[in-house]
């Protein structure tokens, strides 16, 4: 059981340039995740699933998109990397209904230059 | 939207002292509160957490408070050691939209 799995776990991109952060759950979770960590700014929701086959906004969407490719995975594109994006990204995840817990994966550590 | 603020964004105790870290939210549909502690280079790790029907839970050294008039939530630390010293982050979380919003972290230090 890996729990909540990123990839990659750090990348270096170029302004303009597009990538895709990997997310998978192990855990049967319905809803899905993703943040960004920035120094002083706590974590921000990007994008979330609550089931599969929905997304929604977050508190930071612009710039990226979103795939909840089936149950266990959840994949968030940046199409045109901004150094704005320079951050470290979380996926999270967690069960829907009385229990509560959000599990979170290692982090993606991404520079834009 | 619900925002939730934390305070202080640092604190400094001496070993064995406890420490408070308080949250308030803005949201009155919110009715989870979790607190997760994260060591540098790790990810976020669920410490304790209290639902909107509790006003008070206990682990061990670490206790939530929440008041839901006030609509703000606390975490208390006592005989604070060396290995409480991280950031910790609160949240609210809002079953009618699934969301999670993150406070923006205590960075605590606990001298020896």
């Known amino acids: 059981n890996a729990g909540v799995t990123q990839t990659p776990k750090f990348q270096v991109l170029k302004t303009g340039q597009s990538m895709t952060l990997q997310c998978a759950q192990d855990?049967?979770?319905?809803?899905m995740y993703w943040y960004r960590q920035d120094p002083g700014m706590g974590l921000r929701l990007i994008y979330y699933?609550?089931?599969?086959?929905?997304?929604d906004k977050g508190e930071v969407p612009n710039g990226y998109n979103v795939s909840r490719l089936n149950k266990r995975e959840f994949s968030l594109r940046l199409e045109s990397a901004a150094p704005s994006q320079t951050s470290v990204y979380f996926c999270?995840?967690?069960?829907?209904?009385?229990?509560?817990?959000?599990?979170f994966g290692p982090g993606t550590r991404l520079l834009v230059l | 939207g619900e925002n939730v603020e934390q305070h202080p964004s640092t604190l400094s105790v001496q070993e064995g002292d406890s420490a408070v870290i308080k949250c308030t939210y803005s949201?009155?549909?919110?009715?989870?509160f979790p607190w997760y502690k994260q060591e540098l280079g790790k990810r976020p790790q669920l410490i304790i957490d209290?639902?909107?029907?509790?006003g008070e839970k206990k682990d061990q050294r670490i206790a939530v408070t929440l008041n839901k008039t006030a609509k703000h939530f606390s975490l208390h630390i006592t005989e604070t050691q060396p290995e409480d010293s991280a950031v910790y982050f609160c949240?609210?979380?809002?079953?009618?939209?699934?969301?999670?919003?993150f406070g923006t972290g205590t960075r605590l230090k606990v001298l020896a």
């Open positions: 949240a609210a979380y809002d079953s009618g939209t699934y969301k999670y919003i």
């Open positions: 699933s609550a089931s599969e086959g929905t997304t």
């Open positions: 999270a995840s967690r069960y829907t209904g009385g229990e509560k817990t959000q599990y």
């Open positions: 855990m049967n979770h319905n809803s």
């Open positions: 949201d009155s549909a919110s009715n989870y």
């Open positions: 209290i639902r909107s029907n509790v």
